[in-house]
């Protein structure tokens, strides 16, 4: 029932870049609603990891960065490390109804 | 840094009702837009409502209107979220949140979640 699409999976070695896209439609991303992208390690609870399309909280490494395009958003993390492996998601909000938030079908990120 | 803490697994039976804690601490409840969202492996994570400054009102998604309660009690610092109703559709973990200051950017701050498994 995820509103967003996102790749099942995507792979890399230590070192390399990765991006996952996350696309939306003219209900929510599109109408102008920003793009937000969450970590999640199996057994935890989501963490923000981008939020506003490129806004990194604190604590946050500057390996991680985010970008907003027409309909779609997209994470990239530079320099993959073992650490990063888990689940993403991006999320944003629909337009039918006020404070609705939209998820993405998630990405699992294998550090190989 | 706000920090919450929900309560324990739940296991209802199909037609009951189910009600969840979320104590927030490092932050006065009334200052913070609570919100209820859930995950499961069927449906992934769904938004279930949440207090909406802008319309200040609690709102709820579609497809648990008429069926959420969501509260705050501001002396104990504990929200809670009700779903009544239950069905095997339900089995899933339950988090609160908190809503990001300007409310559109996202959810910064997360309890550990709260397993509810609704089995006859």
């Known amino acids: 029932q995820s509103v967003l699409t996102q790749p099942p999976s995507v792979s890399g070695a230590p070192g390399q870049r990765v991006t996952i896209s996350c696309t939306g439609t003219?209900?929510?991303?599109?109408?102008?609603?920003?793009v937000q992208w969450y970590l999640q390690v199996p057994g935890t609870a989501p963490r923000l990891l981008i939020y506003?399309?490129?806004i990194r909280p604190s604590g946050v490494p500057d390996r991680f960065s985010g970008s907003k395009s027409d309909s779609s958003g997209s994470l990239s993390i530079a320099g993959l490390q073992a650490e990063d492996e888990g689940d993403y998601y991006c999320?944003?909000?629909?337009?039918?109804?006020?404070?609705?938030?939209?998820f993405g079908t998630g990405t699992k990120v294998t550090v190989l | 840094q706000v920090q919450l803490l929900q309560s324990g697994t739940e296991v209802k039976k199909p037609g009951a009702s189910v009600r969840i804690s979320c104590r927030v601490s490092g932050h006065r409840l009334g200052d913070v837009s609570m919100q209820w969202l859930r995950q499961s492996p069927e449906k992934g994570l769904e938004w279930v409502g949440g207090f909406n400054p802008e319309e200040a009102a609690r709102i709820s998604a579609p497809n648990f209107q008429g069926r959420v309660t969501m509260t705050d009690d501001t002396d104990t610092n504990i929200a809670y979220m009700e779903l009544s109703g239950l069905t095997s559709d339900d089995t899933a973990v339950y988090y609160c949140?908190?809503?990001?200051?300007?409310?559109?950017?996202?959810?910064?701050?997360w309890g550990q979640g709260t397993l509810v498994v609704v089995s006859s």
């Open positions: 003219s209900s929510n991303i599109g109408a102008g609603y920003d």
């Open positions: 999320q944003s909000y629909d337009t039918r109804l006020s404070g609705w938030g939209v």
């Open positions: 506003s399309n490129d």
């Open positions: 949140a908190t809503g990001s200051v300007d409310f559109w950017s996202g959810y910064p701050s």
